[in-house]
């Protein structure tokens, strides 16, 4: 999945709010245009969102958003996979970061139990009233499946996955989060799959495990192997193709490139709710995001690289796409980080 709906966007951003952080300046530097946000319907690019989940945590300084009771300081989950790093299977990954995660934080208990062939894995908060649009609950959700399947290089089937709140509006969307069957106002926030996948091996170099963690939270944002969406093909394809300056095929060169027919690129990207320009340009803003954080190119550059034929029009679209303009943007980044 490339996109996040706009509801898990908003309820991120609930704890900022409830501790008094400007939201629209963190939405800003995320990439995220905060006009985008005033509807509940839309859909986010991944990148997008882990970019502001992460600034989200550093800001208040706690892994759990401001969800809990007390924070669960940034870099611990850092710390974890340090401590990971001498672990041979995916068992020995759970069972150390249950025993990190239930010494650290009273906020949060999570537990590894054995039910003939199935291995439940339980998340339970203390005080789940805190979280009262589920966000934590279900993020920690999306983590805990998402992780371990980037550790072993594939994605864990879920056999089932328990809610301990009432089923949301937003049901449908956890249904694309969580394949399989979802059960409501039960005991505990569960993941259920194969306890075979215990004793699968861990696949994941010191080097891999730097970059995931640079990366963190965007590489979980996505299931490791399983987005074969048609807007994921695209997004790959034209990648694939690019080099130092973004140059995009037109749509029935890449269709071709694809073995599809252009109407049939057209439709099913028109099924999935996106479009060929709109992963053009979500392609060009995650580009130049990289680019103007690095500080050693000029915006005329940048704009050349991005494939914009002068730097007015892409100030505009920049301007479109986050909300500030380019030189904005690259202020923000440096005062932040300054």
């Known amino acids: 999945m490339a996109t996040i709906s706009l509801h898990h966007v908003n309820a991120s951003l609930e704890g900022c709010r409830q501790h008094g952080i400007n939201d629209l300046a963190l939405l800003a530097r995320a990439g995220i245009n905060p006009t985008a946000i005033t509807q509940n319907t839309g859909r986010i690019h991944t990148d997008q969102v882990g970019r502001l989940f992460r600034l989200i945590q550093q800001e208040l300084n706690d892994e759990f958003m401001g969800f809990t009771r007390s924070r669960c300081k940034f870099g611990v989950f850092s710390t974890l ?12 990954v759970l069972r150390k970061a249950i025993d990190l995660y239930n010494l650290l934080t009273d906020d949060l208990t999570i537990s ?7 291995a439940e894995l339980s998340l339970v908060l203390t005080e789940p009233t805190l979280d009262h649009q ?20 594939e994605a864990i089937r879920l056999r089932e996955t328990h809610f301990s709140h009432p089923p949301p509006a937003h049901r449908n969307e956890l249904r694309i989060m969580f394949p399989g069957p979802l ?29 995931f963690l640079a990366n963190y939270p ?24 690019n080099t130092r300056r973004l140059e995009f095929l037109k749509a029935e060169q890449l ?18 709710g996106t479009g060929f320009q709109r992963i053009k340009d979500n392609i ?12 050693d190119r000029s915006i005329d550059q940048i704009s050349e690289i991005v494939g914009f034929s002068e730097p007015r029009s892409f100030t505009r679209a920049f301007r479109q796409w986050t909300g500030l303009s380019p030189r904005q943007y690259r202020t923000s980044h440096l005062n932040s980080n300054g």
């Open 183 to 211: 059960h409501f106002n039960q005991s505990s926030n569960r993941l259920v799959f194969d306890v075979g996948y215990l004793q699968k091996p861990l696949l994941r170099t010191a080097k891999e495990r730097e970059v």
């Open 255 to 272: 269709a071709d490139k694809m073995g599809i027919g252009k109407l049939s690129l057209y439709r099913g990207l028109q099924k999935e």
């Open 218 to 241: 965007v590489d979980i944002m996505t299931i490791p192997g399983a987005d074969g969406s048609l807007e994921a093909q695209v997004e790959r394809a034209i990648v694939a193709s």
């Open 112 to 118: 590894l139990e054995i039910s003939g062939n199935s």
């Open 134 to 153: 589920h966000f934590l609950a279900e993020f920690l959700l999306v983590i805990w499946h998402r992780f371990p399947s980037w550790y072993i290089g």
């Open 81 to 92: 996979c340090d401590l990971l790093s001498h672990c041979q299977v995916l068992g020995e």
């Open 284 to 295: 060009r803003r995650e580009v130049a995001i990289e680019l103007l954080t690095q500080h």
